[in-house]
Structure formats: C-alpha cells, structure tokens
C-alpha cells in the first residue's frame, strides 16, 4: 500500500495593522490656537470698550467759559425710531452767582423752554434741588425700514430765562449730552444759524440769537447693531446654501422621498423666522435686511422642499411601476401547471 503524501496548504494567519491611539495635536498647533482664541477675545472686548465706554462720553456744548451759567443735562434713555421719538430726561441746574453761596441752591426760579414735544417748558423752583423731568424730542429725516444703515436727525433748541414776571432775563446755557440707549449712537452738534418758518409757510435762515442753544444730533444704530444685523443676514445666506446642498444630494441621488432630507429643510424653513425676529431695534417686515436674507433664504427653502418633494414623489412612483411587471412574471410561472 503506497502511501500518498498529502500535502496541505497552510494558511498564514493575516496580521491586522496594528491601530494605534490618535494622535495628539503638535504643540505648536495648540500654541497657534490658544493664541487665535485669545486675539478675537482682545478685538472684541477692544471693539466693546470703544464703544461703550470712549464712545459713550458725555458731549458738553453752548457756552463753556462764562462761570454764571445754567446746565441743561440732556439725559437720552431711549431711541424708538418706530414712533420717531427720542424719550429723555431734562434737568436744570445753576452755577456761579446764579446759586445761593450757603444752600447752592438757585436765588430765583429759572425757566427752560425748548422745542420738545411734551413739556416744552420746564420750571426749576428757587431754593429747591433741581430734578430731572421726562420729555420727547420729535427723531427726524429718517426710514426706520433701512434697517441696520438707518440713521436719523434731531434738533435741539433750549432758551432759559431767570427771574420772575417783567424781571426775567436770558442767561448763558451750557448743555450736557449724555446717551445711555446701548441700540444708538448720537453725534451732536451747535448750530450757528437755524430755520425760521414765517406766517406762509415759507423757511428762513438766519443766524443763532446769543440767548438761544440750537443743536443738530445725529443718530445711527451702534457699531455692535449692525455687525449683529450683518451676522444674521450672512448666517441666513449659509443657510441657503446648505438648503440647496440637501436639495441637490437628494435629486440627483435618485434617493426618493429622503425623510432626514426633508426634516432638514422643514426645520430650517421655521427656525429662518425667530432667528430673523432675533435681530435688536426690532425692524419691522419689509426692511432692508429682509429683501438682503430673509426673503431670499425662505424662497429658496421653500423651493428647495417643495421640489425635493415632488422629485422623491416621482422617484418612487417610478420604482413601484418597475417592480409591478416584476410581480406579475413571477405570479404567472407559479401558476403554470407542469403535465403528467
């Protein structure tokens, strides 16, 4: 018997590769990044601290070097270019001979009229502390639908008048601006010469009386408004694009009606309007970041969905009409009787 020598193939077991554990980041790239993180928290907070704090100081206008003087402090508490009003704070207050050396309260009353829309003349008592009274001033050639580039005027006349009866007599005013409305920024400025309307309507110029302060203040949104409002308007157009990359996945993958792609497209077309509504100053429908983003990104959603619809709708419809002969081959061969 001979015997026959089976050979066998030995399989050499396959090695896998070894996986080691990730890499960590080099420390020059966490270096680079710490140092990235640290230089927008400076820029940002700089940006903050010129703003609100340099950009936020009282303006001192009027007659500044007369040491008998009054002080009108115009304290602004509110911008709402909505109903074109600027709500603030007056207050009226002596200085020199016109104050009582012992009680540095003022010798005689003194009289504020100005061009305010509500208490456009304000009275401050003899011997007693002046306190502040709430007033609004008319916000002026401006449309509150440029929104965030809408800006505005406002005009500020002050005559002050001390004394009582056929004794009163016009004194020097000096006029403290101070804005602490965080959504504005106002820029006043005196005016050497200002408009008079006469008895036909028609306006002349002619120029500042000593006894009167006219000023002119422009007011623009703040600096963090509109880089808010320009962030929102960007973060709307990526949207978009995201909106169209789903849609185009979906069509010309042939996928059908793609739940997740749709639930996508669903949730952005709703999650557009609060995040719209989340810019500050509150403009209303119609402005200009409206026809920049917001009608643009819920147009191309809105389209983006309701094609991606109809395409799954088409696709799958397809796919059932191909798999209907199918079916019906595969009935008609069982059905077949085999003869005898």
């Given at each position: 018997?001979?015997?026959?020598?089976?050979?066998?193939?030995?399989?050499?077991?396959?090695?896998?590769?070894?996986?080691?554990?990730?890499?960590?980041?080099?420390?020059?790239?966490?270096?680079?990044?710490?140092?990235?993180?640290?230089?927008?928290?400076?820029?940002?907070?700089?940006?903050?601290?010129?703003?609100?704090?340099?950009?936020?100081?009282?303006?001192?206008?009027?007659?500044?070097?007369?040491?008998?003087?009054?002080?009108?402090?115009v304290l602004i508490q509110?911008?709402?270019?909505?109903?074109?009003?600027?709500?603030?704070?007056?207050?009226?207050?002596?200085?020199?001979?016109?104050?009582?050396?012992?009680?540095?309260?003022?010798?005689?009353?003194?009289?504020?009229?100005?061009?305010?829309?509500?208490?456009?003349?304000?009275?401050?008592?003899?011997?007693?502390?002046?306190?502040?009274?709430?007033?609004?001033?008319?916000?002026?050639?401006?449309?509150?639908?440029?929104?965030?580039?809408?800006?505005?005027?406002?005009?500020?006349?002050?005559?002050?008048?001390?004394?009582?009866?056929?004794?009163?007599?016009?004194?020097?005013?000096?006029?403290?601006?101070?804005?602490?409305?965080?959504?504005?920024?106002?820029?006043?400025?005196?005016?050497?010469?200002?408009?008079?309307?006469?008895?036909?309507?028609?306006?002349?110029?002619?120029?500042?009386?000593?006894?009167?302060?006219?000023?002119?203040?422009?007011?623009?949104?703040?600096?963090s408004t509109i880089m808010?409002?320009?962030?929102?308007?960007?973060?709307?157009?990526?949207?978009?694009?995201?909106?169209?990359?789903?849609?185009?996945?979906?069509?010309?993958?042939?996928?059908?009606?793609?739940?997740?792609?749709?639930?996508?497209?669903?949730?952005?077309?709703?999650?557009?309007?609060?995040?719209?509504?989340?810019?500050?100053?509150?403009?209303?429908?119609?402005?200009?970041?409206?026809?920049?983003?917001?009608?643009?990104?819920?147009?191309?959603?809105?389209?983006?969905?309701?094609?991606?619809?109809?395409?799954?709708?088409?696709?799958?419809?397809?796919?059932?009409?191909?798999?209907?002969?199918?079916?019906?081959?595969?009935?008609?061969?069982?059905?077949?009787?085999?003869?005898?």
């Amino acid at each position: 018997m001979s015997t026959s020598t089976l050979s066998r193939s030995t399989r050499t077991p396959s090695r896998s590769t070894p996986t080691g554990s990730p890499r960590l980041p080099s420390l020059a790239k966490l270096i680079s990044l710490a140092l990235l993180v640290i230089t927008l928290t400076v820029l940002s907070i700089s940006l903050y601290w010129l703003e609100h704090h340099k950009g936020r100081h009282a303006t001192v206008l009027g007659d500044t070097a007369n040491p008998d003087h009054m002080t009108v402090t115009v304290l602004i508490q509110n911008i709402d270019p909505s109903t074109a009003r600027i709500s603030a704070q007056l207050e009226l207050r002596g200085a020199g001979s016109l104050l009582d050396e012992r009680t540095h309260d003022l010798k005689e009353d003194a009289t504020l009229i100005s061009n305010a829309v509500t208490n456009p003349t304000v009275v401050s008592k003899a011997n007693q502390r002046p306190e502040f009274v709430s007033v609004q001033f008319a916000l002026r050639d401006g449309v509150i639908t440029d929104y965030p580039l809408d800006s505005y005027t406002a005009n500020f006349h002050f005559h002050v008048l001390v004394g009582n009866g056929t004794n009163q007599r016009a004194v020097p005013t000096r006029v403290v601006f101070n804005n602490i409305d965080a959504f504005f920024k106002m820029a006043p400025k005196q005016e050497n010469s200002i408009a008079v309307h006469q008895d036909d309507g028609a306006a002349k110029t002619i120029t500042t009386p000593q006894s009167l302060f006219a000023a002119t203040a422009t007011v623009e949104r703040s600096t963090s408004t509109i880089m808010f409002a320009a962030f929102i308007m960007v973060f709307m157009w990526c949207l978009t694009i995201a909106a169209l990359i789903a849609a185009w996945y979906v069509a010309s993958g042939k996928l059908g009606l793609f739940w997740s792609a749709l639930g996508f497209l669903g949730t952005l077309l709703f999650a557009l309007i609060p995040l719209r509504n989340a810019v500050p100053g509150d403009p209303p429908i119609g402005s200009l970041i409206d026809f920049a983003a917001f009608f643009i990104a819920e147009g191309v959603v809105s389209i983006s969905m309701i094609v991606t619809v109809l395409h799954g709708y088409h696709i799958e419809i397809s796919k059932k009409q191909k798999d209907i002969p199918r079916d019906e081959t595969v009935l008609t061969s069982a059905m077949v009787v085999r003869p005898r």
